[in-house]
């Protein structure tokens, strides 16, 4: 019974008992297909298809410089003198990682969080201080706090990397966003080496049948965001 607490197979369930006795194919069909991605590892399969197509590399390159696009997953909360995290930390943690373990010279953050409480520091700026309390020297760090969206990012990132002269770097966004990211850059005359972070699919969850509900409704979420984002961006010649 464990499984009617989650609130998408509570509402799937009652939405299909309504179908039920209605008559009426489309509702009948839209039941259905919200059964299908309830149930089944379908979402999985689409985050996976967008996750897959940059591996993560076995050999780090020799670059100048790893840019880092911001996702709203780090804030310094002055009030309570915290940090606090989203999932999306991947994305600065193994930055960090890879700065110090691989000598790269340069961190370039770029990103803003709108609407963020006042009690906090900026993203950027809790990085920036999150970097420093972490052994990476301010003369290491460069920070963009106006990008807003991921083409603002790309554009914020080129403009750092020019003035820095670096031409080879690495990208680090989360895995189902990096097909977008790698997009933009490359559009506006930059070559990025792709390092995916933050997956959310692995491929031992394909097939199986060991999660249900609003798990799988998030997973969606992340797909249509991806892939619409990407037509958006397509028809604006962002990419």
């Not at 464990?2 to 839209?30: E, G, H, Q, W, Y």
């Not at 309830?38 to 689409?46: H, K, Q």
């Not at 989203?86 to 961190?107: N, T």
């Not at 083409?151 to 189902?176: C, H, P, Q």
Request: glycine letters at 8%; a positive charge; hydrophobic letters at 45%.
């Amino acid at each position: 019974m464990k499984i009617l607490l989650d609130p998408a197979v509570f509402v799937t369930l009652v939405f299909l008992l309504f179908s039920l006795r209605v008559n009426s194919l489309k509702i009948r069909i839209a039941a259905l297909l919200m059964v299908f991605f309830t149930f089944l590892p379908i979402s999985e399969s689409l985050v996976f298809s967008l996750e897959a197509k940059y591996p993560v590399p076995t050999e780090i390159p020799r670059v100048g410089a790893v840019v880092v696009f911001g996702g709203g997953f780090l804030g310094f909360n002055q009030k309570t003198n915290q940090y606090e995290y989203s999932g999306a930390f991947d994305r600065l943690g193994e930055a960090l990682r890879l700065v110090r373990a691989h000598q790269i010279k340069y961190l370039v953050f770029t990103g803003v969080t709108p609407d963020l409480n006042p009690n906090f520091l900026s993203e950027a700026n809790s990085v920036e201080r999150f970097a420093n309390q972490w052994g990476i020297r301010p003369e290491q760090i460069r920070i963009d706090d106006k990008a807003v969206n991921t083409f603002e990012n790309g554009m914020f990132s080129k403009k750092i990397l020019e003035d820095l002269g670096v031409n080879d770097f690495l990208l680090i966004t989360s895995a189902s966003h990096m097909a977008r990211a790698v997009g933009v850059l490359r559009h506006i005359g930059l070559n990025p080496q792709a390092y995916p972070v933050d997956h959310q699919v692995s491929e031992r969850d394909l097939g199986k049948l060991k999660q249900f509900g609003l798990g799988k409704w998030l997973l969606l979420k992340i797909y249509l965001h991806e892939v619409v984002g990407y037509f958006y961006y397509k028809m604006r010649g962002y990419v």
